[in-house]
Nanobody, 122 residues
Framework: QVQLVESGGGLVQAGGSLRLSCVSSGNIFRFNAVGWYRQAPGKERELVADITTNGRTNYADSVKGRFTISEDNTANTVYLQMNSLQPEDTAIYFC????????????????WGRGTQVTVSS
C-alpha cells in the first residue's frame, strides 16, 4: 500500500514563494516517478511537474522557470518549490505516484495524496 501526504500550502501574496512537500510511504518502488498536479475550482486537474527516480524532471509550460521539483530519497520526500506565484496558481495541489514513459506521465489511479491548498492573492 502506497500513501502520499502533502503539506506546505498556504496563503501568499503575488510574487511570493511556497515549498510543498510530498512524503511517501509503502511500496512506492514499483512506480518510477512522482508527479505534482493541481486543480483549480471549476477546472480539470492538470500535471504541473514530475520527477523520475533517476532525477529527470518535466514541467508544464505555465510553471517553467518558476517552479522546481526535487527529491530527497533519504526522506522519501518530493518537493515543489514555487516562486513568483501568481493568482492563477491558486489551486489544490496533489502528489501522485506514477510512471513516466518517454514524454508521457501516467498517473496511478489509486495513489493520490489528499492535497494541500495554495492561495495566491493579488
Amino acid at each position: 500500500q502506497v500513501q502520499l501526504v502533502e503539506s506546505g500550502g498556504g496563503l501568499v501574496q503575488a510574487g511570493g514563494s511556497l515549498r510543498l512537500s510530498c512524503v511517501s510511504s509503502g511500496n512506492i518502488f514499483r512506480f518510477n516517478a512522482v508527479g505534482w498536479y493541481r486543480q483549480a475550482p471549476g477546472k480539470e486537474r492538470e500535471l504541473v511537474a514530475d520527477i523520475t527516480t533517476n532525477g529527470r524532471t518535466n514541467y508544464a509550460d505555465s510553471v517553467k522557470g518558476r517552479f522546481t521539483i526535487s527529491e530527497d530519497n533519504t526522506a522519501n520526500t518530493v518537493y515543489l518549490q514555487m516562486n513568483s506565484l501568481q493568482p492563477e496558481d491558486t489551486a489544490i495541489y496533489f502528489c501522485n505516484a506514477g510512471t513516466r514513459v518517454r514524454n508521457t506521465y501516467f498517473p496511478s489511479t489509486d495513489y493520490w495524496g489528499r492535497g494541500t491548498q495554495v492561495t495566491v492573492s493579488s
